[in-house]
Protein backbone atom coordinates (compact mmCIF):
# COMPACT_ATOMS: atom_id res chain seq x y z
CA UNK A 1 0.00 0.00 0.00
CA UNK A 2 1.86 3.08 -0.95
CA UNK A 3 4.84 2.03 -0.96
CA UNK A 4 6.38 3.69 -3.99
CA UNK A 5 5.53 6.96 -2.13
CA UNK A 6 6.82 5.93 1.62
CA UNK A 7 10.43 4.84 -0.16
CA UNK A 8 10.83 7.86 -1.56
CA UNK A 9 9.51 10.35 0.99
CA UNK A 10 11.86 7.67 3.48
CA UNK A 11 15.11 9.23 1.00
CA UNK A 12 13.32 12.69 1.26
CA UNK A 13 13.83 12.65 5.00
CA UNK A 14 17.29 10.44 4.91
CA UNK A 15 18.62 13.68 2.89
CA UNK A 16 17.86 16.05 6.20
CA UNK A 17 19.15 13.85 8.74
CA UNK A 18 21.80 15.13 10.84
CA UNK A 19 21.23 19.03 9.26
CA UNK A 20 21.25 21.67 12.24
CA UNK A 21 18.90 23.82 10.22
CA UNK A 22 17.35 24.03 6.78
CA UNK A 23 18.62 26.70 4.48
CA UNK A 24 16.37 27.86 1.57
CA UNK A 25 18.15 25.92 -0.09
CA UNK A 26 17.15 22.54 1.82
CA UNK A 27 13.70 23.18 1.96
CA UNK A 28 13.86 24.05 -2.36
CA UNK A 29 15.71 20.70 -2.44
CA UNK A 30 13.56 18.94 0.17
CA UNK A 31 9.80 20.22 -1.84
CA UNK A 32 11.57 19.40 -5.38
CA UNK A 33 12.27 15.86 -3.84
CA UNK A 34 8.55 15.79 -2.28
CA UNK A 35 6.75 16.79 -5.60
CA UNK A 36 8.33 14.01 -7.09
CA UNK A 37 7.47 11.40 -5.58
CA UNK A 38 4.02 12.33 -5.22
CA UNK A 39 4.14 12.63 -8.62
CA UNK A 40 5.81 9.40 -9.13
CA UNK A 41 3.06 7.63 -7.06
CA UNK A 42 0.02 8.93 -9.45
CA UNK A 43 -0.92 11.96 -7.12
CA UNK A 44 -3.24 14.24 -8.84
CA UNK A 45 -0.82 17.05 -10.37
CA UNK A 46 -3.66 20.15 -8.75
CA UNK A 47 -3.57 17.94 -5.21
CA UNK A 48 0.26 18.04 -5.42
CA UNK A 49 0.76 21.63 -6.37
CA UNK A 50 -1.18 22.66 -2.92
CA UNK A 51 0.39 20.12 -0.96
CA UNK A 52 4.35 21.46 -2.11
CA UNK A 53 3.16 25.06 -1.96
CA UNK A 54 1.68 24.58 2.11
CA UNK A 55 5.01 22.51 2.67
CA UNK A 56 6.94 24.69 1.63
CA UNK A 57 5.18 27.46 3.26
CA UNK A 58 5.69 25.85 6.62
CA UNK A 59 8.83 24.39 6.47
CA UNK A 60 10.16 28.61 6.07
CA UNK A 61 8.41 29.53 8.93
CA UNK A 62 9.18 26.71 11.42
CA UNK A 63 10.91 27.73 14.56
CA UNK A 64 14.02 26.28 15.78
CA UNK A 65 12.77 23.70 18.04
CA UNK A 66 14.48 22.17 20.89
CA UNK A 67 12.24 19.23 20.46
CA UNK A 68 12.27 18.26 16.85
CA UNK A 69 15.86 18.31 14.71
CA UNK A 70 14.85 19.94 11.02
CA UNK A 71 14.29 16.40 9.92
CA UNK A 72 11.26 15.73 12.19
CA UNK A 73 9.90 18.96 11.50
CA UNK A 74 9.84 17.83 7.93
CA UNK A 75 8.32 14.68 8.94
CA UNK A 76 5.92 16.29 11.19
CA UNK A 77 5.03 18.73 8.24
CA UNK A 78 4.47 16.46 5.39
CA UNK A 79 2.55 14.16 8.17
CA UNK A 80 0.12 17.02 8.71
CA UNK A 81 -0.39 17.77 4.88
CA UNK A 82 -1.11 14.19 4.36
CA UNK A 83 -3.41 14.13 7.00
CA UNK A 84 -5.29 17.42 5.08
CA UNK A 85 -5.44 15.64 1.77
CA UNK A 86 -6.58 12.52 2.86
CA UNK A 87 -9.91 14.52 4.57
CA UNK A 88 -8.54 15.44 8.62
CA UNK A 89 -10.39 13.71 10.83
CA UNK A 90 -11.55 10.33 10.55
CA UNK A 91 -14.97 10.44 9.13
CA UNK A 92 -17.84 8.08 11.13
CA UNK A 93 -20.96 6.85 9.37
CA UNK A 94 -23.97 8.78 10.34
CA UNK A 95 -26.75 6.77 11.59
CA UNK A 96 -30.65 7.63 10.99
CA UNK A 97 -32.55 9.06 14.04
CA UNK A 98 -35.43 7.12 12.69
CA UNK A 99 -33.96 3.41 11.45
CA UNK A 100 -33.66 2.19 9.11
CA UNK A 101 -29.96 3.96 8.27
CA UNK A 102 -29.96 3.61 4.39
CA UNK A 103 -27.07 3.57 2.94
CA UNK A 104 -26.26 3.78 -1.11
CA UNK A 105 -23.36 2.72 -3.09
CA UNK A 106 -22.42 3.53 -6.34
CA UNK A 107 -19.25 3.24 -8.70
CA UNK A 108 -18.11 1.60 -11.23
CA UNK A 109 -18.82 -1.93 -12.27
CA UNK A 110 -15.72 -3.40 -10.77
CA UNK A 111 -14.74 -1.39 -8.60
CA UNK A 112 -15.29 -4.40 -5.97
CA UNK A 113 -18.85 -2.74 -4.78
CA UNK A 114 -20.64 -5.83 -4.29
CA UNK A 115 -17.96 -7.23 -2.29
CA UNK A 116 -17.55 -3.77 -0.34
CA UNK A 117 -21.40 -4.42 0.11
CA UNK A 118 -20.77 -7.83 2.15
CA UNK A 119 -17.91 -6.24 3.73
CA UNK A 120 -19.74 -3.54 5.60
CA UNK A 121 -22.40 -5.43 5.91
CA UNK A 122 -20.14 -7.81 7.93
CA UNK A 123 -18.56 -4.58 10.17
CA UNK A 124 -21.72 -3.25 10.99
CA UNK A 125 -23.02 -6.57 12.22
CA UNK A 126 -19.73 -7.01 14.10
CA UNK A 127 -20.61 -3.24 16.06
CA UNK A 128 -23.85 -4.65 16.87
CA UNK A 129 -26.13 -3.46 14.16
CA UNK A 130 -28.09 -5.52 12.02
CA UNK A 131 -28.06 -5.18 8.46
CA UNK A 132 -29.76 -5.69 5.52
CA UNK A 133 -28.30 -6.02 1.66
CA UNK A 134 -29.95 -4.92 -1.27
CA UNK A 135 -29.19 -5.96 -4.71
CA UNK A 136 -30.16 -3.40 -6.65
CA UNK A 137 -27.26 -4.28 -9.01
CA UNK A 138 -29.84 -5.69 -11.87
CA UNK A 139 -27.07 -4.77 -14.57
CA UNK A 140 -24.43 -7.07 -14.30
CA UNK A 141 -24.73 -10.67 -15.22
CA UNK A 142 -24.29 -12.61 -11.82
CA UNK A 143 -24.38 -9.31 -9.62
CA UNK A 144 -27.38 -11.02 -7.26
CA UNK A 145 -25.55 -14.04 -7.14
CA UNK A 146 -22.74 -13.18 -5.78
CA UNK A 147 -24.49 -10.81 -3.51
CA UNK A 148 -26.06 -13.31 -1.96
CA UNK A 149 -23.21 -15.67 -1.43
CA UNK A 150 -21.13 -12.56 -0.08
CA UNK A 151 -24.31 -12.11 2.24
CA UNK A 152 -24.16 -15.50 3.32
CA UNK A 153 -21.12 -15.58 3.73
CA UNK A 154 -21.05 -12.50 5.93
CA UNK A 155 -23.90 -14.08 7.77
CA UNK A 156 -26.20 -10.97 6.48
CA UNK A 157 -29.70 -11.34 5.14
CA UNK A 158 -29.78 -10.23 1.58
CA UNK A 159 -33.04 -8.45 0.13
CA UNK A 160 -33.09 -9.88 -3.60
CA UNK A 161 -35.47 -9.86 -6.85
CA UNK A 162 -37.25 -13.08 -7.39
CA UNK A 163 -34.83 -15.28 -9.48
CA UNK A 164 -36.85 -15.26 -13.53
CA UNK A 165 -37.57 -11.65 -13.69
CA UNK A 166 -33.58 -10.86 -13.92
CA UNK A 167 -34.36 -7.57 -15.85
CA UNK A 168 -36.33 -5.74 -13.44
CA UNK A 169 -36.60 -2.70 -12.04
CA UNK A 170 -33.81 -1.65 -9.69
CA UNK A 171 -35.76 1.27 -8.28
CA UNK A 172 -38.19 -1.25 -7.18
CA UNK A 173 -35.84 -3.63 -5.46
CA UNK A 174 -34.21 -0.84 -3.82
CA UNK A 175 -37.45 0.82 -2.55
CA UNK A 176 -38.66 -2.78 -1.93
CA UNK A 177 -35.35 -3.77 0.29
CA UNK A 178 -36.23 -0.71 2.22
CA UNK A 179 -39.72 -1.72 3.35
CA UNK A 180 -38.32 -5.06 4.08
CA UNK A 181 -35.90 -3.50 6.23
CA UNK A 182 -38.57 -1.56 7.90
CA UNK A 183 -41.17 -3.97 8.74
CA UNK A 184 -38.50 -6.83 9.61
CA UNK A 185 -36.73 -4.47 11.88
CA UNK A 186 -33.41 -4.17 10.26
CA UNK A 187 -31.68 -1.01 11.25
CA UNK A 188 -29.27 -0.37 8.43
CA UNK A 189 -29.91 -1.08 4.97
CA UNK A 190 -27.20 -1.43 2.35
CA UNK A 191 -28.51 -0.76 -1.34
CA UNK A 192 -25.85 -2.17 -4.17
CA UNK A 193 -26.47 -0.36 -7.37
CA UNK A 194 -25.47 -0.90 -10.48
CA UNK A 195 -22.24 -0.15 -12.08
CA UNK A 196 -21.28 0.58 -16.18
CA UNK A 197 -17.43 0.08 -16.99
CA UNK A 198 -17.35 3.75 -17.78
CA UNK A 199 -19.59 6.41 -16.77
CA UNK A 200 -22.88 7.26 -19.07
CA UNK A 201 -25.79 9.16 -18.90
CA UNK A 202 -28.05 6.67 -18.36
CA UNK A 203 -26.19 4.67 -15.17
CA UNK A 204 -25.61 8.45 -13.37
CA UNK A 205 -29.69 8.50 -14.24
CA UNK A 206 -30.37 5.43 -12.82
CA UNK A 207 -28.19 5.81 -9.52
CA UNK A 208 -30.15 9.34 -8.93
CA UNK A 209 -33.59 7.41 -9.54
CA UNK A 210 -32.88 5.16 -6.45
CA UNK A 211 -31.14 7.98 -4.73
CA UNK A 212 -34.10 9.97 -4.80
CA UNK A 213 -36.76 6.79 -4.33
CA UNK A 214 -34.55 5.88 -1.13
CA UNK A 215 -33.21 8.73 0.52
CA UNK A 216 -30.28 7.67 1.28
CA UNK A 217 -28.83 9.06 4.92
CA UNK A 218 -25.51 7.99 3.38
CA UNK A 219 -24.37 7.64 -0.36
CA UNK A 220 -20.88 5.79 -0.50
CA UNK A 221 -18.96 6.20 -3.63
CA UNK A 222 -16.68 2.84 -4.54
CA UNK A 223 -13.28 3.70 -6.33
CA UNK A 224 -10.68 1.33 -6.95
CA UNK A 225 -7.29 2.43 -5.84
CA UNK A 226 -6.06 0.27 -8.85
CA UNK A 227 -7.31 2.76 -11.69
CA UNK A 228 -4.65 5.52 -11.70
CA UNK A 229 -5.51 9.21 -12.69
CA UNK A 230 -9.23 7.73 -13.52
CA UNK A 231 -10.07 7.70 -10.05
CA UNK A 232 -10.15 11.06 -10.08
CA UNK A 233 -12.16 11.51 -13.36
CA UNK A 234 -14.72 9.03 -12.46
CA UNK A 235 -14.88 10.42 -8.74
CA UNK A 236 -15.48 13.88 -10.11
CA UNK A 237 -17.86 12.73 -12.61
CA UNK A 238 -19.90 10.59 -10.23
CA UNK A 239 -20.40 13.77 -7.65
CA UNK A 240 -22.03 16.06 -10.29
CA UNK A 241 -23.81 12.60 -11.45
CA UNK A 242 -25.45 11.51 -8.84
CA UNK A 243 -23.96 13.24 -5.32
CA UNK A 244 -21.98 11.55 -2.44
CA UNK A 245 -21.29 11.87 0.92
CA UNK A 246 -17.97 9.64 0.94
CA UNK A 247 -15.51 7.95 -0.45
CA UNK A 248 -14.55 3.72 -0.35
CA UNK A 249 -11.12 3.16 -1.50
CA UNK A 250 -10.70 -0.46 -2.95
CA UNK A 251 -7.90 -2.82 -3.69
CA UNK A 252 -5.64 -0.85 -1.50
CA UNK A 253 -3.62 -3.82 -1.24
CA UNK A 254 -3.16 -4.47 -5.13
CA UNK A 255 -1.30 -1.26 -5.80
CA UNK A 256 1.94 0.27 -4.97
CA UNK A 257 1.03 3.78 -6.49
CA UNK A 258 -2.38 4.30 -5.38
CA UNK A 259 -1.54 8.33 -5.16
CA UNK A 260 -4.46 8.99 -7.13
CA UNK A 261 -6.83 7.73 -4.55
CA UNK A 262 -5.58 9.95 -2.32
CA UNK A 263 -6.18 12.78 -4.28
CA UNK A 264 -9.64 11.69 -4.45
CA UNK A 265 -10.88 13.35 -0.78
CA UNK A 266 -8.58 16.22 -1.57
CA UNK A 267 -10.36 16.79 -5.23
CA UNK A 268 -13.73 16.14 -4.31
CA UNK A 269 -14.03 17.59 -1.03
CA UNK A 270 -15.64 14.24 0.46
CA UNK A 271 -13.43 12.52 2.55
CA UNK A 272 -12.61 8.64 2.66
CA UNK A 273 -14.43 6.82 4.89
CA UNK A 274 -13.36 3.17 4.47
CA UNK A 275 -10.64 1.43 2.89
CA UNK A 276 -10.86 -1.93 1.73
CA UNK A 277 -7.45 -4.05 0.90
CA UNK A 278 -8.14 -7.72 -0.03
CA UNK A 279 -10.11 -10.19 -1.40
CA UNK A 280 -11.27 -11.69 2.50
CA UNK A 281 -14.49 -10.20 3.95
CA UNK A 282 -12.65 -8.88 6.94
CA UNK A 283 -10.10 -6.74 4.83
CA UNK A 284 -11.98 -3.87 5.44
CA UNK A 285 -12.04 -1.15 8.10
CA UNK A 286 -12.37 2.51 8.65
CA UNK A 287 -10.49 4.60 7.02
CA UNK A 288 -8.09 7.06 9.67
CA UNK A 289 -6.56 9.99 8.04
CA UNK A 290 -4.26 10.12 10.50
CA UNK A 291 -3.26 6.65 10.59
CA UNK A 292 -2.74 6.04 7.17
CA UNK A 293 0.04 9.15 6.91
CA UNK A 294 1.59 7.73 9.79
CA UNK A 295 2.04 4.25 7.67
CA UNK A 296 2.92 5.74 4.64
CA UNK A 297 5.48 8.06 6.56
CA UNK A 298 6.55 4.44 7.89
CA UNK A 299 5.85 5.60 11.61
CA UNK A 300 4.15 3.01 11.96
CA UNK A 301 0.02 2.24 12.38
CA UNK A 302 0.70 1.41 16.18
CA UNK A 303 -3.40 2.17 16.87
CA UNK A 304 -4.12 -0.35 14.60
CA UNK A 305 -1.69 -2.78 15.65
CA UNK A 306 -3.09 -1.70 19.19
CA UNK A 307 -6.50 -2.22 18.11
CA UNK A 308 -6.10 -5.44 16.75
CA UNK A 309 -4.12 -6.67 19.49
CA UNK A 310 -6.95 -5.23 21.84
CA UNK A 311 -9.62 -7.57 20.01
CA UNK A 312 -7.21 -10.70 20.01
CA UNK A 313 -5.30 -10.79 23.11
CA UNK A 314 -6.04 -12.30 26.31
CA UNK A 315 -5.92 -9.60 28.42
CA UNK A 316 -4.56 -11.40 31.63
CA UNK A 317 -2.13 -13.24 29.38
CA UNK A 318 -0.93 -9.36 28.31
CA UNK A 319 -0.86 -7.82 31.72
CA UNK A 320 1.40 -10.46 33.43
CA UNK A 321 3.57 -10.28 30.71
CA UNK A 322 3.62 -7.04 31.03
CA UNK A 323 4.08 -6.83 34.77
CA UNK A 324 6.82 -9.16 34.43
CA UNK A 325 8.47 -7.01 31.84
CA UNK A 326 8.76 -3.67 34.38
CA UNK A 327 10.21 -5.73 36.88
CA UNK A 328 7.40 -7.11 38.59
CA UNK A 329 6.00 -11.01 39.01
CA UNK A 330 9.15 -12.65 38.22
CA UNK A 331 11.72 -13.04 35.24
CA UNK A 332 9.93 -13.10 31.80
CA UNK A 333 10.94 -16.72 30.40
CA UNK A 334 10.80 -18.77 26.99
CA UNK A 335 7.46 -19.76 28.44
CA UNK A 336 6.20 -16.53 28.25
CA UNK A 337 7.94 -15.61 25.30
CA UNK A 338 5.97 -18.53 23.40
CA UNK A 339 2.67 -17.16 24.55
CA UNK A 340 3.33 -13.89 23.46
CA UNK A 341 4.47 -15.41 19.78
CA UNK A 342 1.35 -17.38 19.80
CA UNK A 343 -0.97 -14.67 21.30
CA UNK A 344 0.58 -12.21 18.01
CA UNK A 345 -0.12 -14.98 15.43
CA UNK A 346 -4.01 -14.57 16.27
CA UNK A 347 -3.84 -11.35 15.26
CA UNK A 348 -3.11 -12.02 11.66
CA UNK A 349 0.42 -13.22 9.10
CA UNK A 350 3.60 -11.83 11.44
CA UNK A 351 5.00 -9.86 8.12
CA UNK A 352 1.96 -7.84 7.98
CA UNK A 353 2.15 -6.88 11.60
CA UNK A 354 5.75 -6.23 11.55
CA UNK A 355 4.81 -4.19 8.81
CA UNK A 356 2.90 -1.76 11.32
CA UNK A 357 5.49 -0.86 13.37
CA UNK A 358 7.81 2.03 13.05
CA UNK A 359 10.43 1.81 10.64
CA UNK A 360 9.81 -0.93 9.30
CA UNK A 361 10.08 0.36 5.58
CA UNK A 362 13.53 -0.67 4.77
CA UNK A 363 12.72 -4.01 5.61
CA UNK A 364 9.40 -4.60 3.31
CA UNK A 365 11.47 -6.93 0.99
CA UNK A 366 12.43 -9.25 4.17
CA UNK A 367 8.92 -9.59 5.60
CA UNK A 368 7.25 -9.78 1.68
CA UNK A 369 9.48 -12.96 1.85
CA UNK A 370 9.47 -13.40 5.48
CA UNK A 371 8.69 -17.57 5.94
CA UNK A 372 5.88 -18.43 8.74
CA UNK A 373 7.07 -21.37 9.11
CA UNK A 374 9.84 -19.43 10.99
CA UNK A 375 7.33 -19.21 14.09
CA UNK A 376 6.75 -22.89 14.08
CA UNK A 377 10.86 -23.76 14.34
CA UNK A 378 10.93 -21.36 17.14
CA UNK A 379 7.85 -23.19 18.65
CA UNK A 380 9.68 -26.18 18.31
CA UNK A 381 12.72 -25.63 19.65
CA UNK A 382 10.78 -24.08 22.72
CA UNK A 383 9.22 -26.98 23.32
CA UNK A 384 12.42 -29.46 22.97
CA UNK A 385 13.30 -27.61 26.38
CA UNK A 386 12.93 -28.75 29.71
CA UNK A 387 10.87 -26.29 32.03
CA UNK A 388 13.76 -25.21 33.63
CA UNK A 389 15.29 -24.11 30.82
CA UNK A 390 12.57 -22.21 29.70
CA UNK A 391 12.18 -20.68 32.81
CA UNK A 392 16.28 -20.08 33.01
CA UNK A 393 17.76 -20.54 28.68
CA UNK A 394 20.76 -19.15 30.64
CA UNK A 395 21.57 -22.68 31.70
CA UNK A 396 21.40 -23.77 28.06
CA UNK A 397 25.09 -25.19 27.29
CA UNK A 398 26.44 -26.59 24.69
CA UNK A 399 25.39 -30.22 25.53
CA UNK A 400 21.80 -28.95 26.29
CA UNK A 401 21.79 -27.70 22.73
CA UNK A 402 22.93 -30.50 21.34
CA UNK A 403 19.53 -32.48 22.73
CA UNK A 404 17.27 -29.77 21.66
CA UNK A 405 18.42 -29.39 18.54
CA UNK A 406 18.19 -32.95 18.07
CA UNK A 407 14.63 -32.75 19.82
CA UNK A 408 13.17 -30.14 17.35
CA UNK A 409 14.90 -31.09 14.58
CA UNK A 410 16.42 -28.13 14.26
CA UNK A 411 20.50 -27.58 13.84
CA UNK A 412 22.21 -26.14 16.79
CA UNK A 413 22.94 -23.09 15.49
CA UNK A 414 19.06 -22.34 14.98
CA UNK A 415 19.48 -22.95 18.93
CA UNK A 416 21.99 -20.13 19.50
CA UNK A 417 20.18 -17.86 16.98
CA UNK A 418 17.38 -18.43 18.72
CA UNK A 419 18.55 -17.98 22.94
CA UNK A 420 20.42 -14.77 21.53
CA UNK A 421 17.05 -13.09 19.92
CA UNK A 422 14.95 -14.24 22.74
CA UNK A 423 17.77 -11.95 25.38
CA UNK A 424 17.49 -9.52 22.96
CA UNK A 425 13.86 -9.36 22.49
CA UNK A 426 13.32 -8.92 26.27
CA UNK A 427 16.17 -6.12 26.50
CA UNK A 428 14.04 -4.45 24.08
CA UNK A 429 10.65 -5.09 25.35
CA UNK A 430 11.57 -4.41 28.78
CA UNK A 431 12.63 -0.79 27.48
CA UNK A 432 9.65 -0.30 25.73
CA UNK A 433 7.43 -1.37 28.62
CA UNK A 434 9.28 0.76 31.32
CA UNK A 435 9.73 3.71 28.75
CA UNK A 436 5.55 3.66 27.55
CA UNK A 437 6.77 3.51 23.71
CA UNK A 438 9.08 2.28 21.47
CA UNK A 439 12.92 3.11 21.31
CA UNK A 440 14.20 5.08 18.41
CA UNK A 441 10.89 6.73 17.63
CA UNK A 442 11.41 10.46 16.64
CA UNK A 443 9.81 12.63 19.56
CA UNK A 444 6.68 12.78 17.49
CA UNK A 445 3.33 14.44 18.71
CA UNK A 446 0.63 13.28 17.83
P1 LIG B 1 -18.46 -4.62 -8.56
O1 LIG B 1 -18.60 -4.89 -10.01
O2 LIG B 1 -18.17 -3.20 -8.29
O3 LIG B 1 -19.59 -5.14 -7.75
O4 LIG B 1 -17.12 -5.38 -8.11
P2 LIG B 1 -16.89 -6.75 -7.34
O5 LIG B 1 -17.29 -6.62 -5.93
O6 LIG B 1 -17.47 -7.86 -8.10
O7 LIG B 1 -15.30 -6.84 -7.37
C1 LIG B 1 -14.57 -6.98 -8.57
C2 LIG B 1 -13.34 -7.84 -8.30
O8 LIG B 1 -12.46 -7.18 -7.40
C3 LIG B 1 -13.67 -9.16 -7.65
O9 LIG B 1 -12.86 -10.14 -8.24
C4 LIG B 1 -13.30 -8.97 -6.20
O10 LIG B 1 -12.90 -10.17 -5.57
C5 LIG B 1 -12.14 -8.01 -6.30
N1 LIG B 1 -11.98 -7.16 -5.12
C6 LIG B 1 -12.92 -6.42 -4.48
N2 LIG B 1 -12.39 -5.74 -3.44
C7 LIG B 1 -11.06 -6.05 -3.42
C8 LIG B 1 -9.96 -5.65 -2.59
O11 LIG B 1 -10.05 -4.85 -1.66
N3 LIG B 1 -8.74 -6.19 -2.91
C9 LIG B 1 -8.58 -7.06 -3.93
N4 LIG B 1 -7.36 -7.53 -4.17
N5 LIG B 1 -9.59 -7.43 -4.73
C10 LIG B 1 -10.82 -6.95 -4.48
Known amino acids: MFATLSDRLADTFKNLRGKGRLSEADIDATAREIRVALLEADVALPVVKEFVGAV ?3 ARGVEVSQALNPAQQIIKIVNDELVTILGGETRRLRF ?5 TVIMLAGLQGSGKTTLAAKLALW ?7 PLLVAADLQRPNAVNQLQVNGERAGVKVYAPEPGNGVGDPVAVARGGVEEARRTLHDVVI ?41 VNTAQAFLDGVGYDGVVLTKL ?12 ASITGKPVMFASAGEKLTDFDLFH ?20 AEKTFDQEQAAKAAAKLTGQGGDFTLTDFMEQMQQIRKMGSLSKIMGMLPGM ?18 QAIIQSMTPAERENPKIIDGS ?22 FFEARKMMMSMAKGGGIPGMPGMPG
Open 56 to 58: KER
Open 124 to 130: LKEQGSS
Open 400 to 421: RRQRISKGSGTQVSDVNTLVDR
Open 253 to 264: DGDARGGAALSV
Open 289 to 308: PDRMAGRILDMGDMLTLIEQ
Open 361 to 378: GQFRDQLDNFDEREIDRI
Open 191 to 231: VDTAGRLGVDAEMMQQARDIRDAVTPDEVLFVVDAMIGQDA
Open 96 to 100: AKNPP
